[in-house]
């Protein structure tokens, strides 16, 4: 039978024999009576490793980052955020669907939000004007090439925020794609926030999860939100047991990033446009020209095994834990021959 390499995204990693047994295994309770053994332990190091007080295990990426938006903010209060940010592209508007927040959004092209545009919604306090209260930051920046955005980039930026009196979240869905590839500790980025959101279910490889981490009374109030959104879970440590392996081996995304470089020298090489990102981690995009169908290109690349979403004209290659070297070789080979 033919194989298939999956590059759609990170996110189709699946549970690793390892994960399956420990949650066979795992000790749990009544997580929403705080009583998960495995749930508390995976807390606990989430926290330490973000450098927060304490941290909260939710079901998704999209649930840690609304949580966290309307633990910070009330009803009629802006959120600065990036253009292309996922916040607000890709989670349905639920910081407005469901907490009445307002979206303040700026230029984020080169991964992180222009100062100036920052600075143009701080401003004196008016009837007219929404109040900014917080900036989110993404890190690494998903549609701007899975760039990672340098530590001194992100904390001038934090700086920014914080001299006009902005809250700031991170979403950091990949946070440690972006330490790794600046060879920093998680930390660097996530102690100087005052909320973040990671994902143990992307390069991580658990099948559920995220944590948001930041002060212990913030993450009491985030309790409630993540109560009212139906994420008060009950045996939970059956997935949390899963994402404590995750978590205990993010230095393993490195690899990621390497078979990325491959795939993208192939392609390269090759006569493929590839978007060149100053810092890139595991993502790998490209651009097709105006006469390729795009559908028809992912339908024969499929035929032969190889799966990508079919976007136009700029199309996403995702490396992770469940492809191999040679498949990414193999990969680059499928592609460059239906592009010829
Ligand atoms: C940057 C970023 N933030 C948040 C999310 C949301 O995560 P989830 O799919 O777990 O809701 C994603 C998902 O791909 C993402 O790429």
């Known amino acids: 039978m033919m194989s298939t390499i999956d590059l759609r995204s990170d996110t189709v990693t699946k549970p690793t024999d390892e994960m399956r047994k420990a949650m066979a295994e795992a000790k749990v309770g009544d997580d929403v009576y705080g009583e998960d053994p495995t749930v508390i332990e995976l807390e606990q190091?989430?926290?330490e490793i973000t450098g927060h007080e304490a941290a909260l295990f939710v079901c998704?990426?999209?649930m840690g980052n609304l949580v966290s938006l309307l633990t910070h903010c009330n009803r009629g209060e802006g959120v600065v955020l990036g253009f292309k940010s996922h916040i607000y592209n890709n989670e349905g508007g639920g910081l407005s669907a469901l907490g009445g927040l307002v979206p303040l959004c700026v230029n984020d092209d080169q991964g992180i939000p222009d100062h100036n545009e920052i600075l143009s919604y701080c401003?004196?306090?008016?009837v007219h004007y929404t109040p900014a209260k917080l900036l989110c930051l993404e890190n690494t920046h998903n549609a701007c090439g899975g760039i990672a955005i340098s530590p001194d980039r992100f904390s001038s930026v934090v700086d920014l925020a914080r001299s006009k009196g902005l809250l700031v979240h991170l979403d950091g869905a990949r946070i440690f794609n972006a330490a790794i590839a600046w060879g920093v500790e998680p930390k660097t980025y996530t102690e100087i926030v005052d909320s973040?959101?990671?994902?143990?279910?992307?390069?991580?490889g658990a099948p559920i999860g995220s944590l948001i981490c930041g002060k212990r009374d913030y993450i009491n109030r985030a309790k409630h939100w993540r109560k009212r959104v139906g994420g008060g879970?009950?045996?939970?440590g059956v997935i949390a047991a899963a994402g404590l392996i995750a978590l205990n081996n993010y230095a393993d995304l490195k690899y990621d990033h390497e078979k990325a470089k491959v795939l993208k020298d192939i392609l390269k090489n090759g006569g493929v446009k590839v978007v060149?990102?100053?810092?890139?981690t595991n993502m790998v995009y490209f651009d097709l020209n105006d006469d390729v169908d795009v559908i028809q290109l992912a339908n024969s690349c499929k035929r032969r095994g190889l799966l990508f979403n079919p976007t136009f004209p700029r199309v996403r290659l995702v490396?992770?834990?469940?492809?191999?070297?040679?498949?990414v070789e193999m990969a680059a080979k499928i592609i460059l021959e239906e592009l010829s």
């Open 45 to 47: 190091l989430a926290a």
């Open 60 to 62: 998704s990426g999209t």
């Open 123 to 126: 401003r004196d306090e008016n």
């Open 196 to 204: 973040v959101q990671f994902c143990l279910s992307k390069g991580l």
């Open 233 to 236: 879970l009950r045996q939970a």
């Open 276 to 280: 060149d990102v100053f810092k890139p």
């Open 319 to 327: 490396t992770h834990r469940d492809v191999t070297f040679e498949d």
